[in-house]
């Protein structure tokens, strides 16, 4: 079966999103049924089950833009937490959804700063590179921007999804339509000087199709 790219995401509602999750898990349920030959066994499994994801070291990431805007990105350890990491990156809307439509995008964040004096990702001057191409520089914000702080209040209960939402009212005919994607993240730690971050696929097929990669030069 082919994997679904973050183009498909975007042709759907969060609520279909939401259950095509809940199928997918009923039949990944359905398959343990063989294996058990008791309610003990099955709740043994399940509590394996529940503490390999708790202990998955997964963060909520979500891009945004206006239409004829640039790129956002805000990253959460969860969403009652406030972001570990925002900055609105040098990357027009428009081209970002061209990558996406090549089924495979890596977005690289180059520190400017080589003091390592910061955990990484508290670092705020970035150059940015784009599947290989250099997009340009970024600082990290210290606050969320209103237009921030509007995406995250319309996404609070929102752990996977894309589409469009409604802009605010002084933007709606200025930049065009509010497009976000909304995934999660697995996040592995290099070293203090490298991080990754790997979206994990809604259907589980292991192949990540967006990767965002921190660096900071030795």
């Known amino acids: 079966m082919e994997t679904p790219s973050l183009l498909s995401?975007?042709?759907?509602t969060v609520s279909s999103n939401n259950r095509s999750k809940s199928v997918g898990g009923l039949f990944r349920m359905l398959k343990l049924f063989p294996l058990l030959n008791s309610g003990g066994k099955m709740v043994a499994l399940l509590e394996r089950q529940r503490k390999a994801l708790l202990a998955n070291n997964a963060v909520i990431g979500?891009?945004?833009?206006?239409?004829k805007g640039r790129v956002s990105l805000i990253m959460q350890e969860d969403l009652k937490c406030v972001p570990m990491f925002?900055?609105?990156?040098p990357i027009h809307t428009s081209l970002f959804h061209k990558e996406i439509a090549t089924g495979l995008v890596r977005i690289v964040l180059e520190?400017?700063?080589?003091?390592?004096?910061?955990?990484?990702?508290?670092?705020?001057v970035w150059g940015v590179y784009c599947n290989g191409r250099k997009a340009g520089f970024s600082i990290r914000r210290k606050q969320s921007s209103d237009d921030e702080l509007h995406v995250m209040q319309l996404l609070q209960g929102v752990s996977m999804g894309a589409g469009v939402l409604p802009c605010p009212s002084e933007k709606e005919s200025v930049d065009g339509d509010l497009i976000y994607v909304r995934v999660r993240f697995e996040r592995v730690i290099?070293?203090?000087?490298?991080?990754?971050?790997?979206?994990?696929?809604?259907e589980d097929t292991g192949r990540p199709e967006l990767s965002i990669f921190f660096v900071r030069p030795q």
């Open 9 to 12: 995401l975007l042709k759907h």
């Open 62 to 67: 979500t891009l945004f833009g206006y239409r």
């Open 86 to 89: 925002v900055i609105e990156l």
């Open 111 to 124: 520190s400017m700063n080589k003091t390592h004096k910061k955990k990484l990702l508290e670092e705020f």
């Open 190 to 202: 290099g070293s203090k000087d490298s991080e990754t971050f790997h979206m994990i696929n809604p």
